[in-house]
C-alpha cells in the first residue's frame, strides 16, 4: 500500500485593530526592519520553551544582510514566526482547546492510529506566505528574551520575499534606501 502524505490545513483568525498593510504602522510595530535569507528552517511547535500550549510557530535561523531599522549587530540570528506545518500526532501534545476539537472531530474516526501519526496539520493566518529556506525577503521583527529569539511579526505584512537581483544593485538600493527612507524601482520595459 502506498501512503499519500496527508495534510490537515487550517487557517488563523485574528482580530486586529491596526491596519498592517500601512507602512507607518508596521515601521512603529516593529523595533528591527531586516533584509535576511532563511538559511535554515528547524520544524514547527505548538509547545513554548515553559511548556505551555501555543499556536503554531515555525522557527529557524536568519542570515543578516542588512540592517534598515534597529540595531542588529549578529549576521546569523534565530527567528520565530506564527503559522507552519507539525506532524498531527505533535500538534496533540499542545494547544488543549485545538486539541480537543481536533480529536472530536468525527472526521479523524476514519484514519487510523498509524495514518494519524503520519499525519501533518498547516496552519497559517489567511493571506501569510510560507518562509523557504534560501529565499531572502523583507522582514519585521521583535526580540522575544523569553524565547531568545526575533519574532516574525504582522502575519502576511511581516515578511516580504524579494526578487532575487545582483549584489552590488542591491548593495546601491539599501545605501539609496537608508539616504531617502524610499525604494526606487527601476522597471525594464520591453520595445
Given amino acids: 500500500m502506498i501512503y499519500v502524505e496527508k495534510t490537515i490545513k487550517n487557517t488563523m483568525n485574528f482580530d486586529i485593530e491596526e491596519n498592517l498593510s500601512k507602512k507607518e504602522v508596521r515601521n512603529n510595530h516593529a523595533k528591527y526592519i531586516v533584509i535576511a535569507k532563511v538559511s535554515k528552517i528547524n520544524g514547527a511547535t505548538n509547545v513554548s520553551k515553559k511548556g505551555e500550549g501555543t499556536i503554531i510557530a515555525t522557527n529557524g535561523e536568519l542570515k543578516i544582510i542588512d540592517v ?25 501534545k499542545g494547544n488543549k482547546a485545538s486539541r480537543e476539537k481536533l480529536k472530536d472531530n468525527p472526521e479523524m474516526d476514519k484514519y487510523s492510529k498509524e495514518e494519524k501519526n503520519k499525519m501533518y496539520i498547516e496552519e497559517y493566518k489567511d493571506g ?34 524579494l526578487e532575487p537581483i545582483q549584489k552590488n ?3 546601491k538600493a539599501l545605501s539609496n534606501y537608508k539616504t531617502t527612507n524610499k ?9
Wanted: net charge positive; no cysteine; aromatic share 12%.
Fill in 183 to 191: 525604494v526606487e524601482r527601476k522597471s525594464k520595459s520591453k520595445k
Fill in 169 to 171: 544593485t542591491l548593495q
Fill in 68 to 92: 534598515l531599522k534597529g540595531d542588529i549587530k549578529d549576521k546569523k540570528v534565530k527567528f520565530s514566526r506564527a503559522g507552519g506545518k507539525m506532524l498531527y500526532s505533535e500538534y496533540l
Fill in 128 to 161: 501569510d506566505i510560507k518562509l523557504e529556506e534560501g529565499k531572502t525577503y523583507l522582514i519585521y521583527m521583535n526580540f522575544d528574551k523569553e524565547e531568545n529569539s526575533y519574532l516574525i511579526d504582522l502575519f502576511e505584512y511581516g515578511a516580504r520575499e
